[in-house]
């Protein structure tokens, strides 16, 4: 840690006790995160969460009115958008963070920069981080994790239950289709090339669990697609996001040349849904993949998933 964040962690450290000696405490419990620590928690009952599963899950556990701040990731449910906000997830300041006067702090763990993180992690405020992931399994760990840093497992294993069981009746319907689509995920088109999701990306696995052929699996990572990339990969359907970022209506993705006679651009195929609900990786997942599959096919029938009271709003 440098001279310079040791000092700043000091002065936060001192500014954040004197807050938390007015909270009661609770008692005790502790948690690994996903950083290996072992983490001391002692009060719940103020929390900053900073990523969107982390917020979803918490709402979901029913410990929503217990979240005092969010980052800008964090837009559902409706409630979550009415908190006051620490910014945007990988550009967290720790003054910002800490002046919420949080008891806990429960972050994914892809929040940053680091050395925020490192502050964050030497002030008098538990710190725990949330292993990121893409799988069903990613996912259910997250619940688990988040469940226990507020202290209710058993919460946790009810929503971890929900969330499985939903991904086995998806599971189950994907395997039913007979057509898996070829598709590409848009990120951006400035500055040149599309910047597409090849290979471990979010947007690969959420397309795996849509039954969906990602047609730039030769690309690794989010990175522009070069225009011989873009016309061998010959799309059914292109995907973009919503609720963030370059809006990417049909004109300008259908423009793009390497789309202009794909079989996508024929048909006007562009299937858009919001950022945080195709990306998210949290306990609304198993929707998102059914409603992307969907979406990819004209005519399919899949039967719907159960509503669930964390899962019942509309999309922002």
């Known amino acids: 840690m440098s001279a310079n964040a040791r000092a700043l962690a000091g002065t936060l450290a001192a500014s954040a006790l004197c807050a938390l000696l007015a909270v009661t405490p609770a008692a005790a419990h502790h948690v690994t995160d996903a950083s290996g620590r072992r983490v001391e928690v002692r009060d719940t009952a103020h929390i900053v969460s900073i990523g969107s599963a982390v917020t979803e899950i918490l709402f979901a556990l029913g410990v929503g009115e217990r979240v005092v701040a969010v980052d800008q990731t964090s837009v559902y449910p409706e409630a979550a958008r009415k908190l006051p906000n620490v910014g945007y997830m990988r550009a967290l300041s720790p003054e910002g963070v800490l002046s919420k006067t949080p008891s806990v702090i429960i972050a994914s763990e892809g929040a940053g920069p680091r050395e ?3 502050v964050l992690s030497h002030s008098s405020v538990p710190v725990v981080l949330i292993p990121d992931g893409h799988s069903p399994d990613a996912i259910v760990r997250k619940i688990e994790m988040v469940a226990d840093a507020v202290g209710i ?3 946790g294993q009810e929503l971890a239950n929900a969330v499985r069981s939903d991904f086995r009746q998806l599971a189950h319907e994907i395997a039913t289709l007979k057509h898996h689509p070829r598709a590409v995920f848009v990120l951006s088109t400035a ?3 599309p910047i597409v999701g090849g290979a471990g990306t979010s947007a690969d696995a ?3 669990l849509a039954g ?8 690794k990572g989010y990175k522009p697609a070069s ?5 061998t990969a010959q799309p059914d ?7 963030g970022g370059q809006p990417l209506p049909p004109e300008t993705i259908f423009a793009i040349p390497a789309f202009r006679n794909s079989p996508a651009a024929k048909h006007k195929r562009l299937i858009t849904l919001p950022g945080s609900y195709l990306l998210g990786f949290g306990p609304r997942t198993p929707e998102a ?3 992307l599959a969907l979406a990819a096919r004209a005519n399919a029938k899949l039967a719907p998933l159960p509503v669930h009271s964390w899962s019942s709003e509309p999309n922002p």
Not at 237 to 242: D, E, L, N, Y
């Open 116 to 118: 925020a993180i490192e």
């Open 153 to 155: 497992p058993e919460k």
């Open 191 to 193: 500055g040149g090339a």
């Open 206 to 208: 959420m397309f795996h």
């Open 212 to 219: 969906l052929e990602n047609a730039v699996a030769g690309v």
């Open 227 to 231: 225009e011989e990339v873009l016309l």
């Open 237 to 243: 359907v292109i995907v973009v996001m919503s609720g």
């Open 289 to 291: 993949a059914l409603d």
